[in-house]
């Protein structure tokens, strides 16, 4: 088995999600290699991608419970296996940065473990500032 990770961050027009998968669809790549979206995903798109990325195995970047429920709800009408997620946390406050802010974390694992399922809860992802662990003050 192959592990493909597909670092596409935050797709906001549908040709670069057509052009995506025009070159998984091109190359005639192997059945078995399981994709991973990583970044923000806009809710309008979740249903293209799951369906046209029948090997999607992971999706890194849920942040809020509407993108939880397109998902849900775009695994259930595919018929697929329940889909693993990432909360993406936006931890350094920034507002160029997706994700929940920390203190409604606990909220939207618990949405998606108990009313999403066809998702599967796998974890967290964060980033962090740029320059944070180059500042000191930040370890003490």
Not at 51 to 78: F, Q, W, Y
Not at 105 to 131: K, Q, Y
Request: net charge positive; hydrophobic share 40%.
């Amino acid at each position: 088995m192959m592990l493909v990770t597909v670092a596409l961050v935050k797709i906001t027009y549908k040709k670069s999600l057509i052009k995506l998968l025009r070159f998984i669809d091109k190359y005639n790549l192997p059945e078995d290699i399981k994709w991973h979206f990583v970044g923000h995903l806009q809710s309008n798109k979740a249903k293209t991608l799951l369906g046209g990325v029948p090997n999607l195995d992971m999706v890194e970047g849920v942040g809020n419970e509407k993108i939880a429920n397109h998902l849900d709800k775009a695994v259930s009408n595919l018929g697929r296996k329940p889909l693993k997620v990432l909360v993406q946390v936006n931890t350094s406050g920034e507002e160029s940065k997706s994700g929940i802010d920390p203190s409604s974390c606990l909220g939207i694992v618990e949405h998606v473990r108990l009313r999403c399922p066809n998702l599967e809860f796998s974890g967290l992802m964060t980033i962090g500032m740029p320059d944070y662990t180059s500042t000191p003050e930040n370890f003490r």
